[in-house]
């Protein structure tokens, strides 16, 4: 290669560098200039809002962490069974839980065989409901919604009342089978969900129908419910049990089955969390932003239904958890679902431990229904935030 000829290929290399210099220059002004309109299109306000619920985050999930805390270690200690002192509570828990559950003297095995399951279970049902209600009001777009919108609770509960009143039975499986009710809430639940997903997605799948259709599925299942309360016999006071909702009947045979399943799912759920965020700006835009806004309906209402079946299959119908709690956190919170599912999730578990242990003490030695519980203190929290909050849900 001759002298020239490297001059030229040098002075072509420096101006290509000063090409992709300017270039690179040019693009950096440009994102300049419009990160500066977005600066000042922006309200002042709005990265000082951003911080303030960020905060309001971390201080509601602080005290719901300690409350429930709290809450699980009185649910171990007081009991309509007898009253033992935390202290000696806590160190039979850590105890059992050396010994594996086995040779355990009076206390631990009154602490780890009953109480201890249903701890947690009130745990997972809280959290369970509270997500599921926080997803349901996101996809219907409507804070005044709650879990059992879809007819879940009506199903759930018509089978359960034939399989306990009059002695219907599951396939495959025997009358005195532990896990028949459970099963039976879940099938009717299921049910019920997919006749109204099924009516709402007929009559143009808005979210108006899917509340008209839930509505009517629940209306139908409830009837059908109260006549077999009607044919119910010696069963009679277990059945209205049920459909009030009670831990009673959590052993260590059934709590692992609500536990571990409706907690995986409630956090699991909080994956989609940005997409809920998406959702809530409009089906419209959701669709330009590039989410499958169908799917993502159809599945995640799938997903909070068997989340609300798991729920009531072992515990029963427990009310206005799933409607206050999601409300309550979107109230304080704003409209970002990465603040509210958690948020709900913590809320949800220490109201339930909380509501558990009013049941068990009110009226010793009788218990009370949970879901009773639930209703007193649901109702003038949800009226108090409904005065407060109310008119911003116009239109």
């Not at 594996?100 to 009154?110: A, D, F, K, M, W």
């Not at 979107?330 to 679902?337: I, S, V, Y």
Request: charged share 15%.
């Amino acid at each position: 290669m001759t002298t020239d000829s490297r001059n030229k290929t040098d002075t072509s290399s420096s101006q290509l560098d000063d090409n992709s210099d300017s270039w690179i220059i040019k693009t950096r002004r440009v994102f300049s200039r419009a990160f500066g309109r977005m600066k000042d299109d922006m309200d002042p306000g709005d990265e000082s809002d951003i911080a303030l619920k960020k905060k309001r985050f971390v201080i509601i999930s602080v005290f719901g962490i300690i409350m429930a805390v709290i809450a699980f270690f009185i649910s171990l200690s007081i009991a309509a069974g007898g009253v033992i002192p935390i202290s000696d509570a806590i160190s039979s828990l850590v105890s059992s839980i050396g010994k594996h559950g086995v040779n355990l003297n009076e206390e631990e095995r009154y602490i780890f065989d009953s109480r201890l399951p249903r701890a947690l279970a009130a745990i997972a049902v809280g959290a369970g409901l509270s997500i599921a209600g926080c997803m349901y009001q996101a996809i219907i777009r409507n804070p005044l919604v709650d879990p059992y919108i879809t007819g879940v609770s009506s199903g759930a509960g018509c089978l359960a009342v034939a399989v306990g009143a009059i002695g219907a039975s599951i396939p495959f499986m025997g009358a005195d089978n532990l896990y028949l009710v459970p099963i039976a809430a879940i099938v009717g639940g299921l049910i019920a969900f997919g006749i109204t997903m099924l009516v709402a997605e007929c009559s143009g799948g808005s979210a108006t129908n899917y509340i008209l259709a839930g509505v009517i599925v629940g209306f139908a299942f409830s009837s059908i419910q109260t006549i077999f309360i009607s044919m119910a016999k010696d069963n009679f006071s277990d059945v209205m049990w049920w459909l009030y909702g009670s831990f009673a009947q959590i052993t260590w045979e059934n709590a692992w089955l609500v536990f571990i399943p409706v907690l995986l799912l409630s956090l699991v759920s909080m994956l989609w969390a940005r997409e809920f965020n998406l959702f809530m700006m409009g089906e419209e835009q959701a669709k330009q932003l590039g989410l499958n806004v169908t799917l993502f309906k159809r599945s995640m209402m799938i997903l909070a239904s068997i989340l609300t079946a798991l729920c009531v299959a072992f515990v029963g119908i427990i009310g206005f958890v799933g409607l206050v709690v999601p409300h309550a956190c979107r109230m304080a919170l704003g409209g970002d679902h990465r603040l509210i599912m958690p948020a709900s999730i913590i809320i949800g578990a220490m109201l339930m431990l909380f509501a558990d242990i009013v049941a068990r003490m009110a009226m010793i030695p009788m218990e009370l229904p949970v879901g009773a519980i639930t209703a007193i203190i649901g109702t003038p929290v949800f009226a108090y935030m409904l005065i407060k909050k109310g008119r911003e849900y116009d239109g």
